[in-house]
């Protein structure tokens, strides 16, 4: 049982590229969120989903775009990358309301 | 608006005492509140959920407790060991979808 994995552990990008974050879960989980984690500013609630093809926006959503096609896979999309959302980035699941998250290893990324 | 504070301070413990965190919050009216552990580098792990009928909730050296009416957690470990020393975050649920809002965490040090 691998609970949430998320690829990759680092990434380094250039201003204005563009790339995916990975998360997948094997727990039959229907909710999942992503969160961005900053020195001093706590966990940050980026998108979420309720549920295969069900997404809504958190604290943070500019500049990400979240899809859910599967049960199992949340990716995260960066459109035009830029230095403030370099940051650690941690995807979660659970089975709901009053349940405890599960969450991945991270995402380490820097925008350069 | 809604707000969610915990001891920005790392707290300093000897070995074999109790440590004692406090998560206060504001604007909110949380059926449930979760505390989280962080090691550096990783993601967040679930150790407690405690409801807004419960009180108390115990686990092992873990104690929370939960006041509705001063709109605060506390968060006790007792018999504190070095292996103790973490990040301790502090969640809300939001909104009824199974998001979670975190304070920005206490830093607990133990040592021997």
């Known amino acids: 049982n691998a609970g949430v994995t998320q690829t990759p552990k680092f990434q380094v990008l250039k201003t204005g590229q563009s790339m995916t974050l990975q998360c997948a879960q094997d727990m039959n989980h229907e909710y999942m969120s992503w969160y961005r984690q900053d020195p001093g500013m706590g966990l940050r609630l980026i998108h979420y989903s309720v549920g295969a093809g069900i997404t809504d926006q958190g604290e943070v959503p500019n500049g990400y775009n979240v899809s859910r096609s599967t049960t199992e896979d949340f990716p995260l999309r960066l459109l035009s990358a830029a230095p403030s959302q370099t940051s650690v980035y941690f995807c979660?699941?659970?089975?709901?309301?009053?349940?405890?998250?599960?969450f991945g290893q991270g995402t380490r990324l820097t925008v350069v | 608006s809604q707000k969610i504070e915990q001891n920005s301070e790392a707290l300093n413990i000897q070995e074999g005492k109790t440590a004692t965190l406090t998560c206060n919050y504001t604007?909110?009216?949380?059926?449930?509140l979760q505390w989280y552990r962080q090691d550096p580098g990783r993601g967040p792990v679930f150790l407690l959920l405690?409801?807004?009928?419960?009180k108390e909730k115990r686990k092992e050296r873990l104690k929370v407790t939960f006041d509705t009416t001063l709109k605060q957690s506390l968060f006790h470990i007792t018999a504190s060991q070095p292996a103790d020393s973490a990040t301790y975050l502090c969640a809300l649920e939001d909104s009824g979808y199974s998001t979670l809002t975190f304070g920005k965490g206490t830093m607990l040090l133990v040592s021997p």
């Open positions: 604007n909110y009216s949380p059926a449930y």
């Open positions: 405690i409801r807004e009928n419960e």
């Open positions: 979660a699941s659970s089975l709901g309301g009053n349940t405890e998250a599960f």
